[in-house]
């Protein structure tokens, strides 16, 4: 039975970095994600002045309550949303110019809802090229906090940098929420709250965040269940089993529920407390799901689609449209390389059941998780290749050697 070593969470090691930077003392992070984007958020908590240590399994954080120590930066935030989305709100709780710029593919993705609401709570800052997006300027000089509107409805990542914005400001926050996708990411942001110090409250759209700061501590990350989906799915598929070690009944990540959707269509699944088993049962049946909450592994469900029994409808995830790629319509064209009847609306993708062609190559968007899902799309066309499966970097740079690990295992070398 093979055991999966999935890298730590890229959405939590994001958040654990925020919150080591801002607490008061030293915060050692255990295990935390090593890849582009994380290594380019700690890059540029180092640009803000921030002390970051390294050792193969742990990051030390000098905490800053402050803000960054030095009076201007420029950082670079590579492809990494939640780099683009947080480092700014940290910023504008210190006193400095900071500048932030991101890759051209960053730069498409949108920042405006985040944007509007640090003005709002009286951030002096401007977009130097295009409104809503980077280039960013923040002209900081710490924020007093209060009442603020927040349109989450194209990323929960607004929310997250404002509610780990609010212990910063004087006066601490409440975020009234008109419309919300990504729900669990939230809900992870509130917890790891807690374990540094902060209680959040809720009432009804609105979130209450305290002012006094965080307190550091020592912060084990759990493997990324995004990427944990790509080796659950592997058994779905080939009937082989597989498990994922770190990830169990007290996971903070919403995305290990694309395990339920497995179980739908048939898979075994047991949740343990720390460990997670999927079981292929030789049965993939067609289903109908609502995939809002869990839009990361939208891509893994539609690329192992075909194979099921009947269709598979996945709803309610126009939010994917706006990540590395529009992953709606990337999911389609390659489903269609491949010589599979697909349909799609605004928010919607439906696959018919099929037998995909071989030695087919695979557009990749440069968006990683394109590529990791359709390598296991691949386990049953044989040949399939990518045009840049370097892209995996991201956030798993060792995956082509792990799968094709997990391949040999259940024999299918």
């Not at 006066?171 to 992870?188: C, F, K, N, W």
Request: proline share 6%.
């Amino acid at each position: 039975m093979p055991a999966v070593d999935i890298p730590g969470s890229k959405s939590i090691t994001a958040r654990a970095l925020f919150l080591a930077a801002a607490a008061d003392g030293v915060t050692t992070l255990v295990r935390p994600l090593r890849s582009d984007d994380t290594e380019g958020f700690a890059e540029g908590l180092v640009r803000l002045g921030y002390r970051v240590g390294r050792t193969p399994d742990t990051w030390q954080i000098d905490g800053r309550p402050e803000g960054p120590a030095v009076a201007e930066a420029d950082v670079y935030c590579r492809d990494g949303a939640t780099t683009a989305r947080f480092l700014p709100a940290l910023a504008a709780a210190g006193h400095g110019t900071y500048r932030f710029d991101a890759s051209e593919q960053m730069r498409r993705r949108p920042l405006l809802p985040l944007t509007r609401a640090l003005r709002d709570l009286g951030v002096k800052l401007r977009h130097e090229e295009r409104e809503g997006h980077h280039p960013l300027t923040v002209e900081a000089a710490g924020v007093e906090g209060g009442q603020v509107t927040l349109d989450a409805g194209l990323s929960s990542q607004y929310l997250t940098a404002l509610l780990l914005l609010g212990p910063l400001t004087r006066q601490g926050l409440r975020i009234t929420v008109t419309d919300l996708v990504s729900a669990p990411y939230v809900e992870i942001t509130i917890a790891m709250m807690r374990a540094f110090g902060v209680e959040v409250r809720r009432e009804g759209d609105t979130f209450v965040v305290p002012p006094g700061g965080y307190r550091a501590t020592t912060y084990a990350i759990e493997p990324d269940a995004s990427t944990a989906s790509y080796f659950f799915a592997t058994a779905a598929l080939t009937g082989g089993e597989v498990t994922v070690p770190g990830l169990g009944e007290g996971a903070l990540q919403g995305d290990l529920g694309f395990v339920e959707v497995l179980r739908r269509m048939g898979a075994h699944v047991e949740i343990g407390a720390d460990r997670t088993t999927v079981r292929g049962t030789g049965e993939l049946r067609g289903l109908t799901v609502n995939m809002r909450d869990i839009s990361d592994t939208m891509p893994t469900l539609a690329a192992i689609a075909p194979y099921a029994s009947g269709p598979v409808r996945i709803e309610d995830v126009a939010n994917t449209r706006v990540k590395e790629c529009d992953r709606l319509e990337a999911c389609a064209q390659n489903l269609r390389r491949l010589g599979v009847a697909v349909e799609t609306g605004p928010d919607w993708i439906e696959i018919r059941p099929g037998t995909p062609a071989s030695g087919v190559e695979i557009a990749s968007y440069g968006d990683h998780r394109i590529v990791m899902s359709f390598a296991v799309a691949g386990l049953r066309a044989p040949g399939i290749s990518f045009d840049d499966p370097g892209c995996v970097r991201k956030t798993f740079p060792g995956f082509h050697e792990e799968f094709a690990e997990l391949r040999a295992a259940i024999g299918l070398g």
